[in-house]
């Protein structure tokens, strides 16, 4: 297996104002040498603080993105905003297909496909989410869920270097639970084969990260999982102070 970097990502979803803005700052001035020769970080604003985040993070080692676009460039689409407009913000990232849009919004995997196909045509990496219900996970049909979503989701020709895949059990996002270490493992594993069956190379290096409650406190363990490249991270990831200790803990 290649090494990989890891990827520590925080979401902030609808959270944070100008205010918020001196936690980007925080994070930037703390990725140090110690942190920077081992991961990449990446903080992903609200839209409305896109532009000035980069301002920001502009010539530090943290990477900024959005938290979703649209499947088209441009057009008449009120309301939403497209990866070539995120990267004329010159972000580097954009996620695609969170739990939340794919609930509160009905994304589709077909959607979120092309969403992912919309972000690299834009000059973005894509962090493609995909995660399996509580209900789903206790019929016993996670491994199949997420089978699903990757075969929907994630588009052909995908590289290690414009997509990352981030797993995040919808039950474990924002709630304080968490999958067993064996559990978590069992997931990776099965992402790691699937993306490998179907990418070869490019899917043994693919980043492949966890999402659902991370925090500094459980972060190492669930860093030190086998397939497990690195963090999404909701909550934690408003406080620079939480946020860095777990790009410590991902080392
Ligand atoms: C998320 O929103 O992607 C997430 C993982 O949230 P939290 O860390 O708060 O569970």
Known sequence: TPDIRPLVAGN?????TRENLDQIKAIADGLGPDLTDKIDALICP????????TAIADETPLAIGAQDCHTEQSGAFTGDISAQMIADC???????????RRTLHKESDATIRAKAEAAKAGGL?????IGET????????TLKVLETQLAGSVPDGATAKDTVIAYEPVWAIGTGLTPTVADVAEAHAFIRE????????EGAAMRLLYGGSVKPSNAAELMAVPHVDGALIGGASLKAS???AICKACR
Request: charged share 25%.
């Open 12 to 16: 902030w979803k609808m959270n944070g």
């Open 46 to 53: 609200p839209a409305t603080l896109l532009y000035v985040a």
């Open 90 to 100: 010159l972000a580097g990232y954009v996620l695609v297909g969170h739990s939340e």
């Open 125 to 129: 990496v894509r962090v493609i989410c």
């Open 134 to 141: 509580e209900a789903e996970r206790k019929s016993g049909d």
């Open 194 to 201: 699937q993306m490998k069956s179907r990418f070869a190379g």
């Open 242 to 244: 939480d946020f860095l």
